[in-house]
Protein backbone atom coordinates (compact mmCIF):
# COMPACT_ATOMS: atom_id res chain seq x y z
CA UNK A 1 0.00 0.00 0.00
CA UNK A 2 0.88 3.98 -0.68
CA UNK A 3 -0.04 6.59 0.69
CA UNK A 4 0.65 10.20 -0.90
CA UNK A 5 0.25 13.07 0.52
CA UNK A 6 1.19 16.02 -1.35
CA UNK A 7 2.46 19.87 -0.22
CA UNK A 8 3.06 23.59 -1.73
CA UNK A 9 0.24 24.58 -3.05
CA UNK A 10 -0.42 28.26 -3.22
CA UNK A 11 -1.34 31.43 -4.76
CA UNK A 12 1.27 33.10 -6.85
CA UNK A 13 1.86 35.52 -9.75
CA UNK A 14 2.14 34.87 -13.47
CA UNK A 15 6.02 34.67 -14.21
CA UNK A 16 6.17 33.11 -10.49
CA UNK A 17 7.25 29.76 -8.80
CA UNK A 18 6.11 27.16 -6.71
CA UNK A 19 7.56 23.78 -5.43
CA UNK A 20 5.21 20.67 -4.84
CA UNK A 21 5.96 18.00 -3.16
CA UNK A 22 4.75 14.56 -2.73
CA UNK A 23 5.97 12.38 0.27
CA UNK A 24 4.73 8.90 0.49
CA UNK A 25 4.56 6.38 3.42
CA UNK A 26 3.89 2.99 3.08
CA UNK A 27 6.37 1.48 0.09
CA UNK A 28 9.23 2.96 -0.99
CA UNK A 29 8.93 4.92 -4.57
CA UNK A 30 12.00 3.13 -5.72
CA UNK A 31 9.97 0.59 -6.75
CA UNK A 32 7.30 2.89 -8.32
CA UNK A 33 6.79 5.51 -10.81
CA UNK A 34 5.46 8.72 -9.69
CA UNK A 35 3.73 11.54 -11.66
CA UNK A 36 1.92 14.64 -11.26
CA UNK A 37 -1.58 15.29 -12.82
CA UNK A 38 -3.80 18.22 -12.85
CA UNK A 39 -7.76 19.42 -12.67
CA UNK A 40 -8.71 22.32 -13.72
CA UNK A 41 -12.51 23.08 -13.33
CA UNK A 42 -14.33 21.59 -16.12
CA UNK A 43 -11.61 20.05 -17.60
CA UNK A 44 -10.27 16.40 -17.38
CA UNK A 45 -7.14 15.24 -15.00
CA UNK A 46 -4.25 16.02 -16.90
CA UNK A 47 -0.79 14.21 -17.07
CA UNK A 48 2.34 17.00 -16.17
CA UNK A 49 5.54 14.93 -15.68
CA UNK A 50 6.47 11.16 -14.09
CA UNK A 51 9.84 10.14 -12.55
CA UNK A 52 11.21 6.59 -12.30
CA UNK A 53 12.04 6.07 -8.31
CA UNK A 54 14.50 3.40 -9.26
CA UNK A 55 16.52 5.38 -12.50
CA UNK A 56 15.38 8.89 -12.33
CA UNK A 57 14.58 8.75 -15.61
CA UNK A 58 11.71 11.48 -16.20
CA UNK A 59 9.26 12.43 -18.76
CA UNK A 60 6.90 15.61 -19.03
CA UNK A 61 4.59 16.92 -20.92
CA UNK A 62 5.17 19.43 -23.94
CA UNK A 63 3.30 22.28 -22.12
CA UNK A 64 5.51 21.99 -19.14
CA UNK A 65 8.53 20.55 -19.97
CA UNK A 66 10.50 23.96 -19.93
CA UNK A 67 9.02 25.20 -17.02
CA UNK A 68 8.56 22.18 -14.87
CA UNK A 69 10.96 20.38 -13.29
CA UNK A 70 10.25 16.75 -11.62
CA UNK A 71 12.77 15.01 -9.04
CA UNK A 72 13.10 12.82 -6.21
CA UNK A 73 14.16 12.56 -2.86
CA UNK A 74 14.46 8.44 -2.14
CA UNK A 75 15.84 8.97 0.91
CA UNK A 76 12.99 11.64 1.97
CA UNK A 77 10.52 9.41 -0.09
CA UNK A 78 9.59 12.85 -1.33
CA UNK A 79 8.84 13.91 -5.09
CA UNK A 80 9.45 17.45 -5.98
CA UNK A 81 7.68 19.40 -8.96
CA UNK A 82 9.54 22.76 -9.40
CA UNK A 83 7.11 25.19 -11.22
CA UNK A 84 8.55 28.02 -12.87
CA UNK A 85 7.67 30.42 -15.11
CA UNK A 86 3.81 29.83 -13.99
CA UNK A 87 0.85 31.12 -16.13
CA UNK A 88 -2.71 31.76 -15.47
CA UNK A 89 -3.88 28.78 -17.69
CA UNK A 90 -0.91 26.39 -14.71
CA UNK A 91 -4.01 27.09 -12.36
CA UNK A 92 -5.38 23.37 -11.05
CA UNK A 93 -5.82 20.91 -8.17
CA UNK A 94 -2.27 19.04 -8.81
CA UNK A 95 -2.30 15.71 -7.90
CA UNK A 96 0.55 13.15 -7.46
CA UNK A 97 -0.01 9.49 -8.11
CA UNK A 98 2.19 6.28 -7.93
CA UNK A 99 2.04 3.22 -10.69
CA UNK A 100 3.30 -0.26 -9.84
CA UNK A 101 3.13 -1.09 -13.73
CA UNK A 102 6.49 -1.58 -14.81
CA UNK A 103 7.37 -0.56 -18.90
CA UNK A 104 7.15 2.49 -20.75
CA UNK A 105 6.18 5.89 -18.80
CA UNK A 106 1.78 5.87 -18.99
CA UNK A 107 0.72 9.73 -18.77
CA UNK A 108 -2.86 7.63 -18.77
CA UNK A 109 -4.32 8.34 -15.42
CA UNK A 110 -5.64 4.97 -15.33
CA UNK A 111 -2.67 3.43 -15.08
CA UNK A 112 -1.78 5.08 -11.66
CA UNK A 113 -2.88 2.93 -8.46
CA UNK A 114 -2.25 5.66 -5.57
CA UNK A 115 -3.27 8.92 -5.65
CA UNK A 116 -2.82 11.93 -3.28
CA UNK A 117 -5.82 14.21 -2.15
CA UNK A 118 -4.59 16.85 -4.23
CA UNK A 119 -2.99 21.07 -3.79
CA UNK A 120 -4.73 23.76 -5.32
CA UNK A 121 -2.38 25.65 -7.43
CA UNK A 122 -4.00 29.55 -8.34
CA UNK A 123 -1.51 31.78 -10.78
CA UNK A 124 -2.88 35.09 -11.01
CA UNK A 125 -2.81 37.53 -14.17
Known amino acids: QVQLVESGGGLVQAGGSLRLSCASSGRTFSSNDIGWFRQAPGNEREFVAV????????YSADSVKDRFTISINNAKNTVYLQMNSLKPEDTAVYYCAASSVSGRFYTSRLMYQYWGQGTQVTVSS
Open 51 to 58: IRGISGAT
